[in-house]
């Protein structure tokens, strides 16, 4: 059986001799444009850790685009070990390896380890305001997704201070600005969709999407509020995705 007999000459082998065949592989297989998991594959049993470290961190990217969670938490969780034993532990480059890693665990339904890994993307200090929002907003996803609705949808709201939204308001204003956010939809729907901070118009769908579900069974008025402020931004945004969920979550509403 060759698999075997392969197998048993790599054994064989001095981990130096090991490290230098698979640093001639990587590069090799660079040249005939492999795989970013082949090329992580070699370059992580090589002596070169640079690229190492990139071909790692491009697998975990294809993985999570493959749907493959399994596989983006393996390669992801190297590569964030890999920036430790680099002593770059913080920083734009870790905050992103460690969301990427925090949404494979999610996808996973792993809601604590997401909310861990999530802690420790915050703590990488490295975020512009709208990456902080993202943050927030998964950390305060997996945190209710765990029971702690409370401090979750705090959490959404901080997200949404940080995009520029008022805080939280009482009731009858509640419903004063649910009214005018449904005027504004209906605005909205007669205009050219956004062309500029789609990013930012995107972050707050989604978290207003998510406290619409969450506070529907906890408080009606504050998921009507949402409800509409969800509606409102699906039409600027004009994603057909997003319009046709927000109508149907309206039809349920009035239903």
Do not use: C
């Not at 297989?29 to 795989?35: Q, W």
């Not at 430790?84 to 905050?95: I, L, N």
């Not at 978290?207 to 509606?231: N, P």
């Amino acid at each position: 059986d060759h698999a075997k007999l392969a197998e048993v000459l790599y054994e064989d082998l001095s981990p130096s001799r090991r490290r230098a065949l698979h640093d001639a592989a990587a590069h090799a297989l660079v040249d005939r444009g492999a795989t970013n998991t082949t090329l992580a594959h070699h370059f992580s049993r090589s002596d070169s850790p640079e690229q190492a470290l990139t071909y790692i961190e491009r697998a975990g990217d294809d993985a999570l685009a493959n749907h493959d969670p399994v596989a983006a938490s393996r390669w992801l969780s190297q590569a964030i070990d890999r920036l430790a034993e680099a002593r770059e532990a913080e920083g734009p480059r870790a905050a992103r390896l460690t969301e990427l890693a925090a949404d494979a665990r999610s996808a996973l339904n792993d809601a604590e380890g997401a909310a861990a890994l999530l802690r420790d993307a915050l703590a990488a200090k490295a975020h512009d305001p709208l990456s902080l929002a993202r943050i927030e907003r998964k950390l305060g996803r997996a945190l209710f997704l765990q029971g702690e609705s409370d401090a979750g949808i705090e959490l959404y709201h901080s997200s949404l201070s940080r995009l520029g939204e008022r805080p939280r308001s009482g009731r009858w204003t509640a419903v004063l600005r649910a009214a005018w956010l449904f005027l504004l939809a209906v605005v909205a729907g007669r205009r050219a969709p956004a062309t500029s901070g789609r990013e930012e118009l995107l972050e707050r769908a989604l978290a207003h999407r998510d406290l619409m579900l969450f506070e529907y069974w906890r408080d009606l008025v504050r998921a009507v509020l949402h409800q509409f402020a969800y509606l409102h931004l699906a039409e600027r945004l004009r994603e057909p995705a997003f319009q046709i969920d927000a109508y149907g979550a309206h039809l349920v509403f009035l239903g």
